[in-house]
Each structure stands twice: as C-alpha cells, then as structure tokens.
C-alpha cells in the first residue's frame, strides 16, 4: 500500500489536484475533495509500460508451495493464500527486526486484518489484500478488466467464538461455504514459550532448557503444536479469492470467462499484517495491540485506489461486447460492507455452500454490476 501511493497522483476527472503524492496517514485528507468519492489514485506510469512496482515480484512469499510447505503460524486465527504477486510496501526499519522475515510464507508486502464485532455474539474476521495491478482475463484472445490498484478479501465468520462459515470475493461477486467445507492446512506453530533451546552454554541453564525441550515434545506428542488453518487460492493476474484450486467459470457460459487458480508458493498473511478492529456503529477503525503503530487515516478515504477507466479516445482503451480493457480502479475496505448481517455483502441472494467442489458457473446478482463499487 505505501509502495503504491509512492507512484500514484490523485486526480479528480483526470487533472491532478495536489502535487506531491500522500502517504498511508494523510490519505484522509483527499475527502475534502467532494467527499473525495470521485477522486482516482492515478498511476504515474503507464501501466502498458508494465513498471516493476505494479508486478510486485519482490513480495512473493517465502518457501515453497502449498503443496511441499511447513509455515509458521501465529496465534491468530485467519486463511491462508496461495497467492504470492503482491506489491512492497515502503521501507520499514522494523522489518528488519521481524522475527518471521524469513520464515516460509512471509511476504514483505503486509496484508490487512479488520476484525467486526457484532451482535448475538458474532464476529467478522476480514483478510484484506492489496494489489496494485489487477490483470483482467481475455476472450476470444481480447483482453479487458485491466485496472490499477485491486483490493480482494476473504472472511471468515465467528460465533460464539467458533469458525461457522467464510467469504471468499471473486471481482464484483463473490462465494460463501460453511466453514467446515473448506480446506485446511496443518501448520506448525512456534510461539515463543515453546521454541526449543538451541544451545546452552551455562550450566545454571541446562535445567531451564531441558525442562523447555520436554514441553516442546509434550506438545508435539499430543498435536498442541499444530494449526489448522483455511486455505484461499487466488487467481493469477485477477487476484479472485477462490475455494479451490483450478478453472473458475464466471459471467460468461461455456467458459468463455475464467479465472485460473493453483498450488502455487503458500502466504501466510499472519506472518506481516497491520491489524485492526472496526466499530460500525461509531464507523471508527482502531489499531490493535498487536500492531498498534499501523496507520488508520487511509481506511477513512473515500476514492480510488486506482486509475479512472481511461476515455473512449485513449489509445490503451477499448471496449469489447460492452467490456472495456481499462476499467477503474476499486474502493477500499470500509466500502466492502463491513457491517453486513449475512456471511454475503449486498442484499443479492446469499447461498452458503456445503461443498466447495459444487460445480456452476457465477452470475453477478449484487446491486446495479458498477464496476466501481463491487467486491473486487
């Protein structure tokens, strides 16, 4: 997120409204903008160009795929992703000192958890992910759905404290499962208390790491050291959240329209996240305590995180069976119906699935299809 808006410019209907590009703590301040809704984070380059910020290769996570993988875990409940084309933020000399910087899954480029508490003692856990570039798919080899800036999410949903059910959002749409239809990993965890002594070299310690060494065993014995965890895979090039791994059929029939989605490096989004709780009564977003420094102006803005679907006479824009190759870029997480009552934003039908192999094709049944205010 900070790494984009180091290239970005706002802009309100295409001219520029201040010179110097914001920061994460300033991001608000764009609203004094009429309301700042019509008002577009603008790439610098050309997205035809294909600048490295907007591939975001740095930040693909640590180790190996979902597939050959062992990752740390933390005590956080949340999913997993095996998505890995993300864009790096800016320095941080923290990071530096991050003990998960080189564990396997760990991504420089940090994910975004916003917890909702709410009534009847249920809880919303939303994963937020944050892409500079969204690369639309092609058909009949035409290509369009390009934007710049994509935020994706998944949720999962708590009650009474117990995981019942998770979304995932694909573009303007998205699919619900009851949590026990989703795949899980088995992940190590380490927390500090049980990590083992590597090596001791006072006898007034041998004690201490002897007694340390058995509780680790104990606890591997008796499976305490270990997480199951959901696992989310996301499209490559659309970054849709999905339940399965493969060919996803959406809009169009006969797969004419598809995301691909596979096994590829796992992320785990606990291992760097800027963590948050968010009252929607009060509709203000606070820092946890395990990231209490992480900035909260930038949830409060009410524009784009991306480019304006560029004009009829552009030379990169065109548009196919009423698609356009450039559409604009997305709204950001408070738009993404925090408060909803079902597992589903919007009022559109919400079918919570049972088996997250069923098979079908997705049809958008949200509000109006503006590709400016979905899901995606």
Known sequence: MGRHLFHVTPKLNYTSIQEHSPNLTE???????????????????????????LSGEKNIPNGQPLDNIEALASSFLQP????????????????????????????????????VPKANNITDA??????????????????????VGDWEHSMVRFENGVPTSMFFSE????????YEAVEKKRVRAFPAEQQPTTSSTHHDNRDKKEEEDEKVHENREAGR???????????????ANYATPGRHTYVLPFGLLHDETGRGPLWDPSLNAHAYTYDFVSDR?????????????WFDFAGHWGDRAYARDDPRQYEFVGQLHYVSGPLGP???????ERVCPGRAKCVVRRNRNEEGWRVWEGEGGDLEEGVD
């Open 27 to 53: 991001l608000d301040g764009l609203n004094e903008w009429n309301g700042g809704h019509y008002v577009y984070l603008t790439s610098d380059d050309d997205p035809e160009e294909v600048p490295s910020w």
């Open 285 to 297: 977003l606070f820092a946890s305590t395990r990231t209490p420094d992480a900035p909260t102006e």
């Open 171 to 178: 573009h303007i749409f998205g699919t619900a499962y009851l």
């Open 225 to 239: 050291d270990t997480l199951l965890r959901p696992v989310v895979y996301s499209a490559a090039g659309t970054h």
């Open 126 to 147: 939303f994963w937020f992910y944050f892409y500079s570039f969204n690369l639309g798919n092609t058909v009949l080899n035409v290509r369009f759905g390009n934007h």
């Open 80 to 115: 997993t992703t095996s998505q890995a084309i993300l864009q790096s933020p800016n320095s941080d000399p923290k990071l530096e000192q991050d003990p998960h910087l080189h564990a396997p899954g760990h991504s420089h480029a940090p994910a975004i958890l916003v917890v």
């Open 334 to 340: 408070r738009f993404k119906d925090l408060r909803r």
